[in-house]
């Protein structure tokens, strides 16, 4: 069976950890491609892949400048994603909070044991 294209839509896209670090990079500002090539160490040609990649499915957005391309973040394009993590807000929450409630009885019952 033929994998799925990574530009098929976002969740595809920011599969890729490189693309992540570079998602990452554009949402402290807008990047020319050598700057993303310095500041993460990769090569030009693969940031220019991964950009076309985010491009596609509209994470980045780019604009020219003189000859500079520079490339923001579109945080918009994002909102699928958030969407479909909301939900599991709630069970994150009432994990660490029955975490916090085990962690407080393991110190309350060790505090209780130095005491005799």
Same mark, same amino acid.
Not at 100 to 106: E, I, P, R, Y
């Given at each position: 069976?033929?994998?799925a294209a990574t530009?098929?839509?976002v969740?595809?896209?920011i599969a890729e950890p490189q693309r992540r670090?570079?998602?990452d990079?554009?949402?402290k500002g807008e990047q020319p491609v050598n700057g993303i090539v310095e500041a993460l160490q990769?090569?030009?040609p693969q940031v220019? %892949?991964?950009l076309g990649v985010l491009k596609e499915v509209g994470l980045v957005t780019v604009r020219s400048e003189g000859r500079q391309r520079l490339y923001r973040l579109n945080g918009d394009a994002l909102q699928p994603v958030y969407t479909w993590l909301t939900p599991y807000e709630q069970f994150w929450k009432e994990s660490h909070d029955r975490l916090?409630?085990?962690?407080? %009885?393991?110190q309350s019952e060790k505090a209780n044991d130095k005491s005799e």
């Open positions: 069976m033929a994998r530009t098929s839509d969740f595809n896209a670090q570079i998602l990079l554009l949402a990769m090569k030009q220019s %892949k991964h916090d409630v085990l962690l407080q %009885k393991a």
